[in-house]
């Protein structure tokens, strides 16, 4: 069973920065398109960004266009989300996901089939 292992989560005063990391547990595991999707309290889940297999096209929710990055060492089964300019409303767990049959970055969930157990975020004011 592959896991998906995220880190980079905590507490960061608006304007700052965060780095989310993802990793695959696996080293045979080939993900296809990845993606970090968030749940902020009392909502529903939503995509935040997405990566196709080959990292040559991306998705942004347009809450996070011009803020947020997403990159991808395939090498490393890695996937990486860089939050700039976070905002309070930013605040949520941050899951990340992966597609063993979806090559380009999508911002359904479900297009995902592998998913990690969450990091939280939290932007203080």
């Known amino acids: 069973q592959v896991q998906l292992v995220e880190s980079g989560g905590g507490v960061v005063q608006a304007g700052g920065s965060l780095r989310l990391s993802c990793a695959a547990s696996e080293r045979s595991f080939t993900p296809l398109a990845m993606a970090w999707f968030r749940q902020a309290p009392g909502k529903e889940i939503e995509s935040v960004a997405a990566?196709?297999?080959?990292?040559?096209?991306?998705y942004f929710a347009d809450s996070v266009k011009g803020r947020f990055t997403i990159s991808r060492d395939n090498d490393k089964k890695m996937v990486v989300l860089q939050m700039n300019s976070a905002k309070p409303e930013d605040t949520a767990i941050y899951y990340c996901?992966?597609?063993?049959?979806?090559?380009?970055?999508?911002?359904?969930?479900?297009?995902?089939?592998?998913w990690g157990q969450g990091t939280r975020v939290t932007v203080s004011h």
């Open positions: 990566i196709s297999w080959m990292g040559s096209n991306t």
């Open positions: 996901a992966t597609s063993q049959t979806t090559i380009n970055a999508s911002g359904s969930s479900r297009a995902y089939d592998q």
